[in-house]
Structures are given as C-alpha cells and as structure tokens.
C-alpha cells in the first residue's frame, strides 16, 4: 500500500492507496483559519499544516485499518504550491519513510490532479485532455499515458477560482467564492451584461484579468443589472473561457476524450457547459477533485521511488518544473 501525504496549499491531507488504485483512506483536513483573511496566508497554511499532519497520517491508516507493515512506498508532493507549506509535508514524509526505510516518490501536484482520474473504481484511460482549473492552478494538458503530461496552455494571470473567488468578494460574498457566486447567478441572466472572455489570447492560455476588472467597474455604474444578472453573467464569462480553451484544446490534439480537474469542475455552469461538448468526459468525485492525498498516491505509482541516500536532500519547488 502507498501512503501519500499533501500540503501544497490549505488542506492537510494524507490518503492510503493500494496499487491498483483503490481508495483505502482519504484524509482531507482543511484548516478553515484563512476563511476571515478572504484567502490563504502562506505562514498561518504552514503552521497548521504542522499540526495536523501526524493526525491525518494516524487517522489515514486508522481509516484504512492497516498499519506500517502494510505500507511499502511513501508518497508527497514535492511542488507546486507554497513552500513553506510544502516542507512541512516532505519532511513529514522523509522523516517516516527514514524511520521505516521505505522508498519515498517525490510527486508533481498537478500531475496528482491528472492521476486523480486513474483512481479505482472508475479509472480513465488516457489518451485524453485534461482541464485543471483551481483555486491555485488552470491549465489544459495532453495526457497520453500514466506517467506524464505536456501543458498545451495555462493562465498568464489569476487562476480561475481565484477569477470566481475575488469577483465573489467584490459582491459581498463569503471565501470560497465559487460556490457562493454560483448560487447567487442561479436566480440572475448570464446575457445581462457582457464580460470579456479574452478571446483576444493567443493559444491556449487563459487570462482572468480582463474579467475581474470588467466586473469591478460594472459594479461602480448607477444604472446597472442587479448582483444576480452580474453574477451570471461574470460566470458565464469564466465558463466560456474556460469551454472554448478546452475545445479548441480538442481540436488541436485532434484527441476525443476529456478529463476535468480541480475545485473549479463542481460548478455546475461549467459541467453542462463542457457536457456539450460532446466527447466522453470524466469528472471524478468532489473529493477527489480538489485537492487530496489520494491522487498524489495514485501518480506515485507511476514515478520511480528513491531511497534515502536520494530522497534526504530532496528539495520543495514553489512554481512548477514545468515552467508554471
Ligand atoms: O482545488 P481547490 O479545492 O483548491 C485550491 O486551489 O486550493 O479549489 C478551490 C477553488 C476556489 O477558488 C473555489 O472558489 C473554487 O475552487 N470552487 C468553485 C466552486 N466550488 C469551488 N468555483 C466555482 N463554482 C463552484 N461551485
Ligand atoms: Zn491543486
């Protein structure tokens, strides 16, 4: 069994994962501290993660009902995310797989978000496109096995939860926005107004500047649409964009499958939008969509383990070794 532990960004997370990809446990402990800051604070994610992550490892293997000698591979992310939050996660990690001495698989965090959709009991073989869009991260990758992906696109600005988080903070809405934006557009007319999808992008890269802008300036007009039709229409924006990236992703790879990612694929515009797509998509469940220790476990199983010699002077990565 894998034992895979994840703090990249808010969530303290630690899963256990057979090889084959059944789910055994799948710890997610959000801390819900950064809530009253209106986002994540990078030193208050790390102090927590600190002292959560040996309970969410204890109660992961609790959960799972095994114990050490049924583990044989400890996993982590090793980057993107924040640092310092990170460290605490790959030390945890070293530390154990030391103690143990057992392999440790240093593991990319999106490329965890790509293996979420190998995971048992509806695995999704690839070749496919996937769309990772997050508080954190949105991109379009070419998936064409287990082990890998090529980034055909990414934002050069905001991600778009962050579009959906900081447009709801401009409505008065509570942190996490998305779900909160998303409620309030179900009673508004997404053609109420005309926000930018910024088609003007080369590629597939996304951009949500223009967006938020947008809707910061709709809000200081007199005469305009209520905070329902603006926030119907800011989300129909963010969907467009997003749908029209990913279909065009389609088209370029000439690949005929979809797989989506990320805290972002719970909103339901955006799932009907991609539906219409029309190629055979996968979404996995919520829990698996953001982030968790259970996907990094199931990228593990394709990247080659290091043993201590090797993994002692592993370093974390903020910003992607893939350039993102
Ligand atoms: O993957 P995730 O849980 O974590 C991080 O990126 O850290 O994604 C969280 C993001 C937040 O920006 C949140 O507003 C967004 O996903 N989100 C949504 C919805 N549910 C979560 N955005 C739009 N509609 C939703 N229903
Ligand atoms: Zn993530």
Redesign the pocket.
Known sequence: MILAIETS???TCAAVVDRDGAIRANVISSQGVHDRYGG?VPEVAARHHLELVDVAVEDALRRAQAGWDDVDLIAVTQGPGLVGALLIGLSEAKALAAARDLPLAPVDHLQGHVAANFLAPDPFEPPFVCLIA????TLLARVEDRHGFTVLGSTLDD?A??A??KG?RMLGLGY????A??RLAEGGDPQAHRFPTADNVAGLDFSFAGVKTALRYALREDDRPSDADLAAAYQHAIVEQLARRTERALEETGLERLAVG???A???A?RERLARIGVPMHIPPREL???NAAMIASAARYVTPLGPGEYLGLDAYASGERGL
């Open positions: 960004c808010d969530d994540v997050s508080g954190g991260h991600a939860g962050e959906f988080d709801a996490p926005g998305g779900p934006l998303q990320g805290g972002v719970a909103n339901a955006l969509c953001t982030d």
